[in-house]
């Protein structure tokens, strides 16, 4: 199983980038939630936001509420995060997961924040 981000990049203060992640490999995507995670410099990984495997629930992180949006696609194995309205504190490798912490991770794609 392959879990493999995609989307990163350096972007201004208030701008907008859409992150993916596919899942490949002997996995059933319909069965897994899928989870980001971002890892800031000097900092633990944390988590940003969460999709059932119905895509119904979310949940999302207090500091990125009202402006991420996570969404799937079964059809292509493929997990979104829209960010809107990026901040410097946004900065961070984003790390895509499926199935728990004890699942399947990505390698990480790099998104930078900056003027």
């Known amino acids: 199983v392959q879990v493999i981000e995609a989307g990163g990049g350096s972007v201004q203060p208030g701008g907008s980038l859409r992150l993916s992640c596919v899942a490949t490999?002997?996995?059933?995507?319909?069965?897994?939630?899928m989870e980001w995670y971002r890892q800031a410099p000097g900092k633990e990984r944390e988590f940003v936001a969460r999709?059932?495997?119905?895509?119904?629930?979310?949940d999302y992180a207090d500091s990125v509420k009202g402006r991420f949006t996570i969404s799937r696609d079964n059809t292509k194995n493929t997990a979104y995060l829209q960010m809107t309205n990026l901040k410097p504190e946004d900065t961070a490798i984003y790390y895509c997961?499926?199935?728990?912490?004890?699942?399947?991770w990505g390698q990480g794609t790099q998104v930078t924040v900056s003027s």
């Open positions: 997961n499926a199935g728990g912490t004890a699942g399947y």
């Open positions: 490999g002997t996995l059933t995507f319909n069965n897994y939630d």
């Open positions: 999709i059932k495997w119905t895509g119904i629930v979310t």
